[in-house]
């Protein structure tokens, strides 16, 4: 039972997945082959929407935008749901009231601005937390003992 | 104004427009098919505009709460929740320290269920005596210096590590505060921020506020369920096992933890299941083995790209894992 739940969320990232999906993170690479260490061909950006081909153990087989070219990205880097705010307005063709509202225009920062106000929680730290950032290239060579990453 | 009591013809009615719902799927909304059913329910008098109106309520609560977060919203909820737990324990200001813990943290999220995250995965240790480890929802893990100090290799930090991971991962964190508020939350976060007045973030940010410190009082008092705690387990060790890590450091490290028969435990000993039943879960459920070369996340380093040709051998990479565990060791 345990396990199941892992192999069942396994299970939906290896499912067929739609035409189109729409980046959910912040910022993701679009890469030469579904490696983390293959060259990068594209950034691409919150709320994009990209072609999407295949999918396999956790990356995406995509359409660079913009371009003929084809790539690899994580697989959990992209939703199925519509989050591109070039969207709202489209209710009539399917997208919903909440996905429209998901383009967001800054909402959870309005709401951490005013949390913070409230509550007088420090953020500093977590702030100095998000400035460790390190590349994929960096963090396989490191993994594997790589003493000058 | 006197309203008409709920029959029990309008309960059947409404799991008949949960079936309907289920059998129209493929097409139809839970809200569209509840918005049908309601304006033929009206029309033949079963139900009046009253409650009628309750039903598409309870329909789009459904679907609020069926939706979930999105990573964004993840990430500002994981946000607070770390500041507030940055609020009762003091950080441990080493960026060798933190930069060695990300490094490493960092690498095994490449390995995890779910690589890319809003923000990616962050890592600070704790100036704290208490064994303990915080995952919050968004991706930001908090290891206190107490845990850190029951760890005896880089093998065993990477479990410590992939367990937290794991929980971020596999979405533990929002999975353990009470429905009611994820629905809410959920619910609030879809507000146009473009239309939103200062009294709806207000009244929002009251809601977002209680949601952080029920997850906060979870992570550092309760912990995280049993079950959750077993899944973790599994999903580090087959982290570390992707990552050319030992698997059995996990079982190594939990053998050595505080069990909840030591007095005036704290940390682990209470926000953790009993180490024999952690080890218990894990040999029941043996490691699968691990796709070869690497297959999932990260192919083989071509030759001409390898950062270093030292690394190349496993036996002396473990030897260079051993030597800079020793000199980071220092400041545990």
């Known amino acids: 039972m345990i396990g199941a739940g892992i192999s069942s969320l396994q299970a939906q990232a290896s499912a067929k997945t739609p035409g189109t999906m729409t980046v959910q993170v912040a910022k993701s690479q679009i890469r030469d082959a579904p490696s983390v260490i293959a060259p990068v061909l594209a950034l691409v950006e919150y709320r994009t929407r990209v072609i999407v081909y295949e999918s396999k153990d956790g990356w995406a087989k995509v359409q660079v935008p913009g371009s003929t070219r084809l790539g690899y990205m994580f697989l959990s880097a992209l939703t199925e749901k519509n989050i591109s705010a070039s969207d709202a307005g489209k209710a009539a063709s399917g997208v919903s009231t909440t996905e429209i509202a998901l383009a967001g225009k800054g909402f959870s920062d309005a709401v951490e601005q005013s949390y913070r106000k409230a509550s007088h929680v420090d953020y500093s730290w977590v702030d100095v937390m998000e400035h460790y950032e390190y590349s994929p290239e960096t963090l396989v060579g490191f993994l594997s003992g790589d003493m000058q990453q | ?332």
């Open chain 2, 1 to 332: 104004m006197k309203r008409k009591i709920l029959s029990p013809a309008f309960f059947s009615l409404l799991a008949m427009g949960i079936i309907v719902f289920a059998s129209l799927s493929s097409c139809l909304t839970l809200s569209e098919s509840m918005d049908m059913l309601a304006s033929q329910a009206v029309s033949q008098g079963l139900l009046d505009r009253y409650q009628a109106v309750m039903l598409k309520t309870a329909a789009k609560a459904a679907v609020e709460a069926s939706r979930g977060l999105t990573p964004e919203e993840e990430y500002y909820v994981g946000r607070a929740v770390a500041a507030n737990i940055l609020s009762n324990y003091p950080p441990y200001n080493r960026p060798e320290l933190n930069a060695y813990i990300n490094k490493i943290g960092q690498g095994l999220a490449l390995y995890s269920f779910r690589p890319a995250i809003f923000m990616g995965y962050h890592f600070m240790v704790l100036d704290s005596e208490e064994i303990n480890a915080f995952a919050s929802p968004g991706g930001h893990i908090l290891v206190t210096r107490g845990l850190l100090r029951k760890v005896q290799s880089e093998d065993e930090l990477a479990a410590v590590l992939a367990h937290e991971i794991a929980h971020v991962a596999l979405k533990h964190g929002l999975a353990s505060v009470q429905g009611a508020r994820v629905t809410q939350i959920a619910a609030e976060f879809a507000i146009d921020a473009g239309k939103a007045t200062g009294g709806e973030i207000a009244a929002f940010t009251s809601s977002f506020g209680d949601s952080i410190s029920e997850l906060a009082k979870i992570l550092i008092l309760s912990g995280y369920s049993q079950t959750y705690e077993f899944q973790a387990d599994l999903e580090a060790r087959r982290i570390i096992a992707a990552a050319g890590y030992d698997p059995n450091a996990l079982a190594c490290l939990i053998s050595r933890l505080p069990s909840h028969d030591d007095k005036g435990g704290s940390g682990f000993a209470v926000t953790h299941p009993d180490p024999a039943s952690r080890l218990d879960a894990l040999d029941k459920q043996p490691l699968e083995p691990i796709k070869e070369p690497a297959a999932r996340k990260v192919w083989p380093i071509p030759r001409q790209e390898k950062p270093n040709e030292r690394a190349a051998d496993p036996v002396l990479a473990s030897f260079i894992r051993a030597d800079r565990f020793a000199a980071i060791k220092v400041y545990f």
